[in-house]
C-alpha cells in the first residue's frame, strides 16, 4: 500500500499518488463522532460535515487550525469549493445549515436528496412510521411521546449548488459515485484514487443499522448486495463515516456478512414458535446484550434504542419472508405474529 498515515492532536492525514486527506472527528453527541474528510487535492472538497450543534461546529474549526498549524497547509473554509454527503442522516448533513459552508457545490444521491430539501417533513414522516413498527411489533410498554429526536435544520434552496448524483457518476476531479443502498436508500461510496469513502455502509467496530422495506428503509438484501459490490472495489483504503480506518475493506465486508447471516440463523432458530416482533427482538438482544451497549446509546432515549432495535430485527424477518424462512401466521389487532418455517 503506497499510503502515507499521520496523525496529530486527532487529526489524521491519508497521502497517496498527490492527493492528500483529512479526517477530522466532529462529536455529534456524547461518544459519538462523524468523520468529516478534507480532499486536497486540485479542487478542494469535504466529504460529509457533521451534525448542525456547537460541539461539532468547535471540532471542525480546531481541526481546521491543526490542518494549517500542525500540518503546515494553508487553506480556508470559503476555499472549499465541493461537499459531498455519503447519505441522508442529520449526523451527515446538519451543519449545512452553518452560514460558513453556504455557496458551495453539494452533491448527495437523488434518493437521499429530500432529507436536506425538506427535512421537517422527512422527520416527521420517520416518526409516524416509527410509531406504527412499534405497534404493529405489540411493544405496549413503548412510550411513543418519547421516540423522538429532534433536531433543527433548514436550508434555502439557493444556499447550495445542489446536484443529484447517482451510481457510477464522476464529480469533481474525476471522482467515482457507487450507489450502495443499505444504511440509507441513497447511500453512496466515494472513489478518489486510492481511498474510498464508506459513509455508513461499512464501519470498523460497529454493524451499521438497518431498516426495513416496509419502513422507508432500503431492506437487508440491497445491504448484503452492496458490501458485495464495494468488496470488489479496487481502493486500497476504506475511510468511514464514524470510527476508525478500514485497511481491508474486503476483510470488513466479509465479518460483516458473517454477522448478517449468523443473525439470520439464529431469529430461525428463536422463531420455531409463533412470535410476534417484540417478543423476537426482546429474545434475540437478551442473547446479545452486548449489542444494546453501544457508547452512544446513553444519549438517547430507552424508548428510541428499543425502537432501533425493533427496526432492525424487522429488517432481517422482512428478509426471511422473502427467501421463504419464515412466514406471518396471524395478525391480531394489528400486531403481526411470525414463524419459522418447519
Not at 83 to 90: R, V
Not at 220 to 241: H, I, R, T, W
Not at 305 to 324: M, Q, T
Request: one cysteine or more; charged letters at 30%; proline letters at 3%.
Amino acid at each position: 500500500m503506497e499510503i502515507e498515515e499521520t496523525k496529530i492532536n486527532g487529526v489524521i492525514r491519508y497521502t497517496s499518488k498527490g492527493i492528500k486527506v483529512y479526517r477530522i472527528p466532529a462529536e455529534n453527541f456524547p461518544n459519538h463522532f462523524t468523520n468529516v474528510y478534507l480532499i486536497m487535492d486540485r479542487e478542494a472538497s469535504l466529504v460529509d460535515v457533521g451534525i448542525g450543534r456547537e460541539k461539532a461546529r468547535t471540532d471542525l474549526e480546531r481541526g481546521w487550525e491543526i490542518i494549517n498549524r500542525e500540518f503546515k497547509e494553508s487553506i480556508g473554509l470559503e476555499e472549499v469549493r465541493h461537499i459531498i454527503i455519503t447519505h441522508g442522516h442529520i449526523d451527515h448533513f446538519g451543519m449545512l445549515s452553518d452560514q460558513k459552508l453556504k455557496g458551495k457545490r453539494l452533491y448527495i444521491h437523488q434518493l437521499d436528496s429530500q432529507q436536506i430539501k425538506n427535512f421537517p417533513q422527512e422527520s416527521s414522516m420517520l416518526m409516524e412510521r416509527t410509531g406504527k413498527l412499534v405497534k404493529t411489533a405489540g411493544c405496549s410498554s413503548i412510550d411513543g411521546e418519547k421516540l423522538s429526536f429532534r433536531i433543527q435544520f433548514s436550508i434555502e434552496p439557493a444556499d447550495y449548488d445542489l446536484i443529484e448524483v447517482k451510481d457510477e457518476d464522476k464529480i469533481v476531479n474525476g471522482y467515482t459515485v457507487y450507489h450502495t443502498p443499505g444504511h440509507s436508500l441513497g447511500e453512496i461510496c466515494l472513489g478518489v484514487g486510492d481511498f474510498l469513502f464508506l459513509g455508513d455502509l461499512i464501519l470498523s467496530v460497529t454493524t451499521p443499522h438497518q431498516s426495513p422495506k416496509s419502513e422507508g428503509g432500503a431492506g437487508l438484501e440491497a445491504y448484503l448486495d452492496s458490501l458485495k459490490k464495494v468488496a470488489q472495489l479496487p481502493a486500497e483504503l476504506g475511510l468511514p463515516g464514524h470510527e476508525d480506518t478500514v485497511y481491508s475493506v474486503k476483510a470488513r465486508v466479509e465479518e460483516l456478512e458473517g454477522f448478517h447471516y449468523q443473525r439470520l440463523e439464529e431469529l430461525v432458530e428463536l422463531c420455531q414458535r409463533e412470535k410476534n416482533l417484540a417478543q423476537l427482538t426482546r429474545e434475540y438482544y437478551e442473547k446479545h446484550p452486548e449489542l444494546m451497549e453501544t457508547p452512544y446509546a446513553e444519549a438517547l432515549s430507552e424508548e428510541y434504542n428499543r425502537a432501533l432495535a425493533l427496526d432492525e430485527i424487522k429488517a432481517h424477518v422482512e428478509y426471511l419472508l422473502e427467501n421463504n424462512r419464515m412466514v406471518i401466521t396471524r395478525i391480531k389487532d394489528g400486531v403481526v405474529s411470525y414463524q419459522s418455517r418447519q
